[in-house]
């Protein structure tokens, strides 16, 4: 745990007790601080109560007491409109932050030398900040690992010289820290997403610029029009930029040909590593993650031979275009992560053969966005709710069948599969549905999915 002690001896108001949310509750405890909790869930104001943490409605207390208001990044700050707690602090005039904040505090205060890395962008988050993590780590560095990608940040140890930090942030994370400063800061790219928690996607998009506006270094990825206005605005303000391309040569920055990644330094390119054999890291996606990593490890000086090493034993990231087993030249894929038909189309663009399960609750827009990749598709398997309309929009296009539950989705997968004559393989999990009708997240679905491939006659486990 990393103990708050910016708000020692001081009255804090906190909103929000989830995991995340207790957490900072019990770090600013640890600090030193007089802290009171509330949140709109009975069980969670109980659980808090049972760790020793104070607990009052605070539509009842006086608000000017407090040095501080630190909100859950769940709990709307803006749009569709401020939480009640939010214009209780706004009337009298008391800051609100996050736990990202808190923790950017406790870093400058103890210990401001140590390189902390932040990653943010629409997708690519957890990959990128999981490989850079593992980079790290692999060259020896003491390395913490938290954020958005599921570790409350102050649950980490505390802020000391030589202790690197990787820390994934959300665009709600992002708003409630005014003074989040990274040694590198990472926005990899931006498509319109949470519009109904910022309204439009020039405040979605204005929000990830400070990330990098507050970094030493900005790693960009200029790809689409967005990231590469902020990137020439960062710039223009003196914060040096790295800019990063999956799609189109540089003359100053790291971009990918293919799956060869390229850095250039005044005007002149070459070589940095070949990302082909890694299956980790297959698709036009990974090398702009890898892209990313590559520019934020050198920013906090990490030699070129430790981050190609680092790319080359990354495990993955799990549920994430994980493969997970083999059986001759066919793959096993656990894609579970890709919730909706955007996120399932990185994997389906990485394999050229494949045998897709897809289905469970389903999305607005379904799968027609998919339609490219369909040719890549030699048979769908669908489950869940979502297999009736799946199957609608497959039509003609893809031979399919209604397989029900992913158990019976497997083993005919695996089983036509193992007779494909034309090469390489891949059975995938990529539902590109929630899990909810069948699986309490997509985490236990994609537990599932590797129990049943391992319970299948020959096949190798990966993991």
Not at 4 to 27: C, I, M, W, Y
Not at 53 to 69: C, E, K, M, P, Q
Not at 404 to 432: C, F, I, N, W, Y
Request: negative net charge; proline residues 5%.
């Amino acid at each position: 745990m990393i103990p708050v002690t910016s708000f020692k001896g001081r009255k804090v108001a906190l909103f929000g007790l989830g995991g995340s949310g207790l957490a900072t509750a019990q770090a600013l405890v640890s600090g030193g601080a007089d802290v009171v909790a509330w949140d709109d869930n009975p069980d969670s104001i109980a659980k808090a109560a049972a760790a020793g943490i104070a607990t009052a409605d605070l539509r009842g207390v006086d608000w000017h007491a407090f040095g501080a208001f630190v909100l859950s990044p769940g709990v709307p700050l803006t749009h569709p409109k401020p939480h009640w707690s939010v214009d209780l602090a706004h009337q009298a005039g008391v800051e609100i932050i996050g736990d990202v904040e808190l923790f950017v505090r406790e870093r400058r205060k103890h210990a401001p030398d140590c390189p902390f890395i932040a990653i943010t962008g629409t997708n690519g988050k957890s990959t990128t900040t999981a490989l850079i993590a593992h980079i790290l780590r692999t060259s020896g560095r003491d390395t913490q690992l938290g954020g958005n990608i599921g570790t409350a940040v102050l649950t980490l140890d505390p802020p000391q010289a030589g202790r690197f930090y990787v820390v994934e942030c959300s665009s709600y994370q992002i708003d409630l820290a005014p003074t989040l400063d990274p040694t590198a800061g990472i926005l990899l790219n931006l498509t319109p997403d949470h519009l109904d928690r910022h309204g439009t996607m020039q405040h979605y998009a204005d929000i990830k610029e400070r990330l990098v506006a507050g970094s030493g270094t900005a790693v960009v990825g200029v790809d689409d029009s967005l990231s590469s206005l902020i990137a020439d605005r960062v710039e223009r303000a003196g914060t040096k930029v790295v800019r990063i391309s999956r799609r189109h040569p540089l003359a100053e920055g790291i971009y990918a040909e293919g799956s060869v990644l390229m850095r250039a330094e005044d005007g002149a390119s070459s070589l940095f590593t070949d990302l082909a054999g890694i299956q980790t890291l297959r698709g036009g996606h990974n090398a702009q993650n890898a892209a990313a990593a590559i520019a934020a490890c050198l920013a906090v000086g990490i030699s070129e031979k430790d981050i190609v090493d680092g790319l080359r034993s990354f495990p993955g990231l799990k549920h994430r275009m994980q493969p997970i087993a083999k059986k001759g030249e066919v793959v096993f894929v656990n894609d579970s992560k890709a919730t909706n038909a955007e996120a399932a189309g990185p994997a389906l663009s990485s394999y050229d053969r494949i045998y897709w399960i897809a289905g469970g609750l389903p999305k607005e827009g379904g799968i027609a966005s998919l339609a490219p990749f369909f040719p890549k598709i030699v048979k769908a398997y669908l489950i869940g709710e979502a297999a009736p309309s799946f199957a609608a929009t497959l039509g003609e296009a893809v031979p399919y069948e209604i397989s029900g539950t992913l158990e019976k989705a497997v083993a005919h997968a695996a089983a036509d599969a193992a007779r494909d004559l034309q090469g390489p393989a891949a059975v995938m999990l990529s539902p590109a549905c929630a899990s909810f009708d069948q699986y309490k997240n997509f985490e236990v679905r994609g537990d599932a999915f590797v129990g049943h491939v391992a319970a299948l006659e020959g096949v190798s486990m990966l993991i």
